[in-house]
């Protein structure tokens, strides 16, 4: 299992602006993943990152609006970038841990733009 | 391409009764293995449940079972003795080692009623 900690919790941005949230792990991991949901909604995946190598995104997800930092197998982070009101939502961190492609979550960031 | 359809957007079931939630998926990987997931409200995502494609045998997890129908593609959810704890969202996934991702279904909110 994986213990998996996101900062911040939630926040309130003015548009424009940009947010970085980050997510450690307790342990080493390969894959990262990061998801974006709106409440009571399914997840969509914005990327997966892996050490060491550039991100990949899902299609309608780029990187000049979604960087994303994996400096080490224990932390990554995404930024939203010029942020607007479509970008309200819950960001979540997830990684891959075990034999069998099992996925652990952070808690989530809720993230409102005005 | 992986698919996972879980066609009950809500479902509801009286407190001590039993619910079975549907999911159906699409893969071309004779390799994979299935999940559930739970998000209770304002909760981070937990795994309930897991299955290998390979083993004939049906998970279970205390009050939580599936009904894994390979040939049909089907990998249902029992909950009995349903509890109040269980209210939440279910996911079912689809995960494979080739894809590097697991695919998710859209959600089945599940109320539990006193």
């Known amino acids: 299992s994986a213990v998996i900690s996101q900062k911040p919790s939630r926040d309130i941005c003015q548009r424009g602006t940009s947010l970085t949230i980050q997510c450690q792990v307790d342990?080493?991991?390969?894959?990262m993943f990061w998801y974006r949901q709106q409440p009571g909604q399914s997840l969509t995946l914005i990327a997966t990152?892996?050490?060491?190598?550039?991100?990949?995104?899902e299609s309608g997800f780029v990187i000049d609006k979604f960087p994303i930092s994996r400096p080490n197998l224990t932390f990554s982070t995404l930024t939203v970038s010029n942020m607007s009101p479509e970008d309200s939502s819950i960001y979540l961190c997830?990684?891959?841990?075990?034999?069998?492609?099992?996925?652990?979550f952070g808690p989530g960031t809720r993230l409102t733009v005005l | 391409a992986q698919t996972v359809t879980q066609s009950q957007p809500e479902m509801s079931v009286q407190e001590a009764e039993t619910v079975t939630l549907s999911c159906t998926y699409d893969?071309?990987?004779?390799?994979?293995?299935l999940f559930w997931y739970k998000q209770p409200p304002s909760r981070q995502m937990i795994l309930v449940i897991r299955?290998?494609?390979?083993?004939?045998q049906n998970a279970t997890e205390n009050r939580f079972s599936v009904n894994f129908q390979k040939a049909a593609k089907s990998f249902s959810l029992k909950i009995s003795d349903s509890q109040l704890g269980d209210a939440a969202m279910y996911f079912c996934?689809?995960?494979?080692?080739?894809?590097?991702?697991?695919?998710f279904g859209d959600g089945t909110t599940l109320t539990v009623k006193p």
């Open positions: 997830s990684v891959e841990v075990g034999s069998y492609n099992e996925q652990f």
């Open positions: 342990s080493q991991v390969t894959m």
């Open positions: 990152a892996n050490q060491g190598s550039e991100a990949t995104y």
């Open positions: 893969t071309s990987e004779s390799d994979y293995y």
């Open positions: 299955q290998e494609a390979y083993k004939q």
């Open positions: 996934a689809l995960g494979n080692t080739n894809a590097g991702k697991s695919t």
